[in-house]
């Protein structure tokens, strides 16, 4: 597994792939909404990836080589072959041409066929602004006349993990086998999540998190039938060929 905070593309005879690459603003946002997606993605032989796009040194608490080395644990049990952070300011992410370009090189280099992002609409600036960000970067990877050192690149699927927003989901991926994988993915970040001083007024007593955390996704288990899933938005609409095919019972 690859993990560095390197934003030049590598030589071309080392380049990564990935079929699912999950791009977020902060270390430990892809655990919280779609950690279990990767873990189900991961599970079926498919190389899943993260791009972290900061490093985490505006957070109330930890430092940011502490969260690389979180980042780098939750990524073991998370599965996935490469992890990554760029240098992007955090607190402060603007969608920019040279932002687009360090996460088109990233796209590139990973070749990926789906990006998860963050939900459009969100109570954390960055989070809202890397749903834009990343659309951009995607369009953008996929221009021939644009000279990153390496092939054009624009992933076939975009979706959007929506767990924290109040919007009907798209569709939830059944994530049953791998809640406790999940959810200790999310505690390798004992530096966001241990109880302390730092933060107290913000953060959810760590006795809590089980319960918040499997209850939400209880909660959109639910919504699908299984036991619990992590939700996803997509702006397309949605294409069947076979109508006795078509999941989730009715009645």
Excluded at 13 to 20: G, Q, R, T, Y
Excluded at 39 to 56: C, E, F, K, P, Y
Excluded at 78 to 94: C, F, Y
Excluded at 100 to 124: C, D, G, M, N
């Amino acid at each position: 597994m690859t993990t560095s905070s390197r934003t030049d593309p590598p030589p071309a005879d080392k380049l990564a792939a990935a079929d699912v690459l999950a791009i977020a603003a902060h270390r430990d946002d892809v655990e919280q909404t779609c950690g279990g997606t990767l873990l189900r993605m991961a599970s079926r032989g498919l190389r899943t990836a993260i791009l972290d796009l900061t490093q985490g040194e505006a957070g109330s608490r930890g430092t940011a080589e502490e969260r690389g080395q979180e980042a780098a644990e939750a990524a073991q049990i998370l599965g996935v072959s490469w992890r990554q952070a760029l240098d992007l300011p955090d607190g402060a992410l603007e969608n920019t041409l040279e932002s687009r370009v360090k996460i088109a090189r990233v796209l590139r280099e990973l070749r990926p066929r789906v990006v998860i992002l963050p939900y459009w609409q969100a109570r954390h600036p960055d989070h809202a602004t890397v749903a834009t960000l990343g659309y951009e970067a995607c369009f953008l990877a996929g221009l021939k006349k644009v000279d990153t050192g390496l092939a054009p690149h624009r992933p076939f699927k975009i979706v959007y993990a929506s767990l924290y927003a109040d919007v009907r989901p798209s569709f939830i991926v059944d994530i049953t086998p791998f809640i406790e994988q999940r959810y200790q993915a999310l505690m390798a970040y004992r530096s966001q999540y241990a109880n302390q001083a730092a933060g107290s007024a913000l953060f959810v007593p760590e006795e809590e998190i089980r319960e918040r955390t499997f209850a939400e996704a209880r909660h959109y288990g639910l919504l699908a039938g299984v036991r619990y899933g992590e939700p996803f938005a997509q702006k397309e609409v949605g294409l069947v060929d076979d109508l006795t095919l078509v999941p989730v019972q009715s009645i």
